[in-house]
């Protein structure tokens, strides 16, 4: 069989019985996980609440790194982009699990009607270091990139990507609430430093430590 045609097969069959299985399962599912973690993953008006994002993040991230596994490390061989994709989402996913009590439904301020939204916070600690991770790990595929480098980057992408994933001790020490929409913007700009300053610091290491 071609391996293309497989590639096709292999997501159609995923996606209908990830259909399948959510249509039939997922009432049980959510009310397993609210014993689980003794939260609600529902609020009243039938919405999500941010314990409920939180708690979902890791699983539907677990999922699609399965659907994702064979096109490619199976088809491609491309395993260090699959591990920095996977470190990628979760990562942060589950770190905030770890903390769902800073990302739950509590952080929200009545003034702003925001608090430590799960997926604003996802995409910025994304945006600050997902990229020295996918370098990072690109790197450990070829043998005259010194392994020393790679890990370094990847420790960056690290660092970069969990600063955001502690605001609540980050409002402690500026003066912008970041439960609000100029709190967004403020992380988002911290993220955007976070990853210029991350990428300088390779570019210095790669050049005068390891002469690349």
Not at 7 to 13: N, R
Not at 38 to 54: A, L, M, T
Not at 73 to 93: D, K, W
Not at 129 to 144: C, D, E, K, T, V
Request: glycine residues 8%; neutral net charge; aromatic residues 14%.
């Amino acid at each position: 069989m071609d391996g293309h045609l497989a590639v096709m097969i292999f997501v159609g069959l995923y996606l209908v019985l990830g259909v399948i299985v959510l249509t039939v399962y997922i009432k049980p599912i959510e009310k397993k996980l609210e014993k689980m973690f003794n939260v609600k993953i529902k609020r009243p008006d039938d919405d999500y609440s941010y314990e409920g994002i939180v708690i979902w993040m890791p699983l539907v991230f677990g999922s699609l790194l399965l659907f994702m596994y064979y096109p490619i490390v199976i088809s491609y061989g491309n395993f260090p982009a699959f591990l920095g994709i996977a470190v990628g989402f979760l990562y942060p996913s589950i770190l905030m699990l770890l903390r769902l009590k800073t990302f739950g439904d509590a952080s929200i301020q009545e003034s702003t009607g925001m608090g430590y939204h799960p997926g604003a916070y996802l995409f910025i600690s994304l945006g600050a270091g997902w990229f020295m991770i996918l370098r990072g790990f690109s790197m450990l595929n070829f043998p005259n990139i010194p392994s020393e480098l790679a890990y370094i980057v990847l420790g960056m992408g690290l660092i970069a990507m969990t600063i955001p994933l502690f605001p609540d001790y980050l409002d402690k020490a500026v003066s912008v609430d970041l439960r609000s929409r100029n709190g967004l913007r403020f992380m988002a700009v911290i993220a955007v430093i976070l990853f210029i300053v991350t990428h300088i610091i390779w570019i210095v290491v790669q050049s005068r430590v390891f002469g690349i």
